[in-house]
Nanobody, 125 residues
């Protein structure tokens, strides 16, 4: 199994950037596909981005496409989410998640086996 810890969240003004990190321990991260999700108060957890185990496949929710970039460094057992041109609508707790199996349903939270504790991102006007 793998243990995930997110970091890099914080308060930023609209138009600014943040880089989230997801640090893994336990099993090698290279064995897992990674996803980033977010959850705002009163809303369901929603898909943000996905990256395959080797880093060769990425996909994004339409709401972040062109602004966010997902990446990973398997040698360092870390994943990243670079977030640019942030808006107040991006404010949420951001979670990284890992799954062993490949699936076309990578946008579903239920597809993931392990989750981090989350990191708060707040974008002010």
């Amino acid at each position: 199994q793998v243990h995930l810890v997110e970091s890099g969240g914080g308060l930023v003004q609209a138009g600014g950037s943040l880089r989230l990190s997801c640090t893994a321990s336990g099993d090698p991260l290279k064995d897992y596909h990674l996803g980033w999700f977010r959850q705002a108060p009163g809303k369901d957890r929603e898909f943000v981005a996905n990256i395959g185990a080797s880093g060769g496949f990425t996909d994004y929710d339409d709401s972040v496409k062109g602004r966010f970039v997902i990446s990973r460094d398997n040698r360092k057992n870390t994943g990243h989410l670079q977030m640019n041109s942030l808006t107040p609508e991006d404010s949420a707790v951001y979670y990284c998640a890992a799954r062993l199996s490949g699936t076309t349903f990578y946008w579903r939270p239920s597809s993931y086996d392990y989750w981090g504790q989350g990191t708060q991102v707040t974008v002010s006007t």
